[in-house]
């Protein structure tokens, strides 16, 4: 009987240590942002160039591109890839209605 004791005794501390472990690990992966909620990050100021003539008709933001529907002066369409982080153009795809 003494030996269960010491067991249950064991095992709880166990338990409570683990718990402790747990939530220290949780607390170590929570981001601490060194800028105050709310901030805006600071974007490129690099230009973005779009066919002349062309308007944009839409935009999408995603957690690191923006997508820019655009209607090119000819009547065509064309989606322009963005990177959010560097201002880059990453790509442009064409839209052509099937035939």
Do not use: N
């Not at 472990?21 to 060194?34: E, M, T, Y």
């Not at 957690?63 to 442009?92: F, H, K, M, N, Y």
């Amino acid at each position: 009987m003494r030996g269960l004791k010491i067991l249950v005794v064991v095992m709880g501390v166990m338990l409570v240590v683990g718990f402790a472990v747990l939530l220290a690990a949780i607390a170590g992966r929570i981001p601490r942002g060194s800028h105050a909620p709310g901030a805006t990050r600071q974007l490129p100021a690099a230009a973005i160039e779009i066919p002349r003539g062309a308007r944009i008709e839409a935009m999408t933001a995603g957690s690191d591109r923006l997508i820019l529907g655009l209607v090119l002066p000819d009547g065509g369409r064309e989606l322009l890839i963005i990177d959010l982080a560097t201002g880059a153009r990453l790509g442009a795809i064409e839209l052509r209605p099937t035939p």
